[in-house]
T-cell receptor
Framework: NAGVTQTPKFRILKIGQSMTLQCTQDMNHNYMYWYRQDPGMGLKLIYY???????DKGEVPNGYNVSRSTTEDFPLRLELAAPSQTSVYFC???????????????FGPGTRLTVL | AQSVTQPDIHITVSEGASLELRCNYS??????LFWYVQSPGQGLQLLLK??????LVQGIKGFEAEFKRSQSSFNLRKPSVHWSDAAEYFCAVGGGGGFKTIFGAGTRLFVKA
């Protein structure tokens, strides 16, 4: 049971490039989330999903896109990378045996992205 | 508006000393409260959570937290801090039928020998 896995761990992008951050969970959780973490700012929700085929915007969705074709996978797409997207990105999932979306979230190890 | 405030950006305690990290929340519905810990270079890990019942909850690694509805607080405590407790700690609130959890900005704990 690997939990939540994220790839890559690190990435440097040039301004205007695009990339996809991968996230996979093996806990059969319905709810999945993407956060960005900037120093001193805590976690900001980018997008979330309540099940396969259903996604919605969080606090800071601009410049990002998501899809959820399966329960396990929730990739985050950055189009036209900008320096403001330099951050650490975390994927999380929740809603295990309790079925409650607001129950404990399980986090991946994060992706550190730098845009130059 | 829903929010979580952690008033202390960073705290330094001596090894073996007691610890209290503060958390205040503003939430319109019945809050579900969490404390997470983040070690350097890692994702967040749940320390403990409060949904209902006894307002003093026990967590992993010897931590406990007390829910005080009248003060809208959920402070984290540990009687004796170990050097391995140095990390960043996040308070969070969710519930009310929503899908989102709101995180505080975090408190970084430094432990001195």
């Amino acid at each position: 049971n690997a939990g939540v896995t994220q790839t890559p761990k690190f990435r440097i992008l040039k301004i205007g490039q695009s990339m996809t951050l991968q996230c996979t969970q093996d806990m059969n959780h319905n709810y999945m989330y993407w956060y960005r973490q900037d120093p001193g700012m805590g976690l900001k929700l980018i997008y979330y999903s309540v099940g396969a085929g259903i996604t919605d915007k969080g606090e800071v969705p601009n410049g990002y896109n998501v899809s959820r074709s399966t329960t396990e996978d929730f990739p985050l797409r950055l189009e036209l990378a900008a320096p403001s997207q330099t951050s650490v990105y975390f994927c999380a999932s929740s809603g295990g045996t309790s079925g409650r979306p607001w129950d404990e979230q399980f986090f991946g190890p994060g992706t550190r992205l730098t845009v130059l | 508006a829903q929010s979580v405030t952690q008033p202390d950006i960073h705290i330094t305690v001596s090894e073996g000393a007691s610890l209290e990290l503060r958390c205040n929340y503003s939430y319109g519905a019945t809050p579900y409260l969490f404390w997470y810990v983040q070690s350097p270079g890692q994702g967040l890990q749940l320390l403990l959570k409060y949904f209902s019942g006894d307002t003093l909850v026990q967590g992993i690694k010897g931590f406990e937290a007390e829910f005080k509805r009248s003060q809208s607080s959920f402070n984290l405590r540990k009687p004796s801090v170990h050097w391995s407790d140095a990390a960043e700690y996040f308070c969070a609130v969710g519930g009310g039928g929503g899908f989102k959890t709101i995180f505080g900005a975090g408190t970084r704990l430094f432990v001195k020998a």
